[in-house]
């Protein structure tokens, strides 16, 4: 009975002495999938700063007054967004350009629709009106 235990320690140290690599090495394994898998998000995250001049085009050149307003705020804050990132981490590239200028003309549209919407819903006052409430 002692030498069957004595046998099945040695088999399990032996068992043991196999695994235990294995078991590492799955380790290491495991951490660099995980690796992998977070280096693909932050890079899915930067593409998608490339993407953004051609996403939003359409709707910074139709302007504030052709989509609804929320959907054009929108698109300008993904280009303020995408603006930070690329003066921030690649100021000499061809997208910052491209991103600006679509930036600057949906500012520009935007101040357009406002001073339409102000002369559209404002009313004149006269100068002696103007002096009278002085």
């Known amino acids: 009975m002692i030498e069957i235990l004595c ?3 040695k088999r399990l140290g032996k068992l043991e002495e196999t695994i235990l690599p294995v078991y590492q090495e799955t380790g290491n394994l495991q951490r660099r999938q995980e690796n992998i898998d977070k280096t693909l998000e932050e890079l899915d995250h ?3 700063y490339y993407n953004v001049s ?4 359409p ?8 989509t609804t307003l929320h ?3 929108e698109a300008m804050a993904k280009l303020k967004d ?4 690329f003066s921030s981490n690649n100021p000499g590239s061809l ?3 491209n991103v600006r200028s679509l930036h600057v003309a949906g500012g520009n549209a935007l101040s357009h629709e406002f001073s339409e919407l102000l002369k559209k819903h404002s009313k004149p006052v006269s100068a002696i ?3 009278n409430s002085i």
């Open 82 to 85: 995408a603006l930070d990132y």
């Open 7 to 9: 046998s099945f320690e």
């Open 71 to 73: 959907t054009f705020l």
């Open 95 to 97: 997208e910052l350009e």
């Open 46 to 48: 930067v593409i998608n």
């Open 129 to 131: 009106e103007i002096i």
């Open 54 to 57: 051609k996403d939003v085009e």
């Open 59 to 66: 709707v910074i050149r139709e302007g504030p007054n052709g």
